[in-house]
T-cell receptor, first 117, second 113 residues
């Protein structure tokens, strides 16, 4: 039961470095998303995807890029890391609920803790 | 836009005490409501949900009732345990979206033996 897998669990970057946070799910979910969690701010949506080849911006997209070439994977790229991107990042996925179904449960990965110095 | 307001805490209780964490919302259309829990060092897990007015979600002794007239979804538990210590998030998916979760800021609960 892998569910949603995020790697790495921890990362330290220097300002200006780039990196990719990986997210993979094995539940054949159409919807995937990235959130960042900051103290006193709750979780804020960065980017999301409703299927392979389709992505869109969330609440706080600046400084992050995403792509969705397969159903399983949804990597998050930081092109030039900044101290303001120090945070805990969560990936989540869910089924497409269809036009009459209930809102589907989103399953979360264990998170990536990122520090930018 | 959609928003969720919840008690920010922190909340500190003794074991077997009664717990209430307040949550109110504003949303377009007819939202679905959720409580997620985050145990130390872990990701978020769904605790309970409700999809229509007067629905009561329940799990692990926790309950919350979807109150459309007061736009509320308060979390309650009659007798908390040390193992309930965690951060609790109220969240919604608005009627205009099938996917996008909007979260409250979270409430840290600490239960002492």
């Amino acid at each position: 039961n892998a569910g949603v897998t995020q790697t790495p669990k921890f990362q330290v970057l220097k300002t200006g470095q780039s990196m990719t946070l990986q997210c993979a799910q094995d539940m054949n979910h159409e919807y995937m998303s990235w959130y960042r969690q900051d103290p006193g701010m709750g979780l804020r949506l960065i980017h999301y995807s409703v299927g392979a080849g389709i992505t869109d911006q969330g609440e706080v997209p600046n400084g992050y890029n995403v792509s969705r070439s397969t159903t399983e994977d949804f990597p998050l790229r930081l092109l030039s890391a900044a101290p303001s991107q120090t945070s805990v990042y969560f990936c989540a996925s869910s089924y497409s609920p269809g036009t009459s179904g209930p809102k589907n449960i989103q399953y979360f990965g264990a998170g990536t803790r990122l520090s930018v110095l | 836009g959609d928003s969720v307001t919840q008690m920010e805490g922190p909340v500190t209780l003794s074991e077997e005490a009664f717990l209430t964490i307040n949550c109110t919302y504003t949303a377009t259309g007819y939202p679905s409501l959720f409580w997620y829990v985050q145990y130390p060092g872990e990701g978020l897990q769904l605790l309970l949900k409700a999809t229509k007015a007067d629905d009561k979600g329940s799990n692990k002794g926790f309950e919350a009732t979807y109150r459309k007239e007061t736009t509320s979804f308060h979390l309650e538990k009659g007798s908390v345990q040390v193992s309930d210590s965690a951060v609790y998030f109220c969240a919604l998916i608005g009627g205009g979206s099938n996917y996008k979760l909007t979260f409250g800021k979270g409430t840290l609960l600490t239960v002492n033996p």
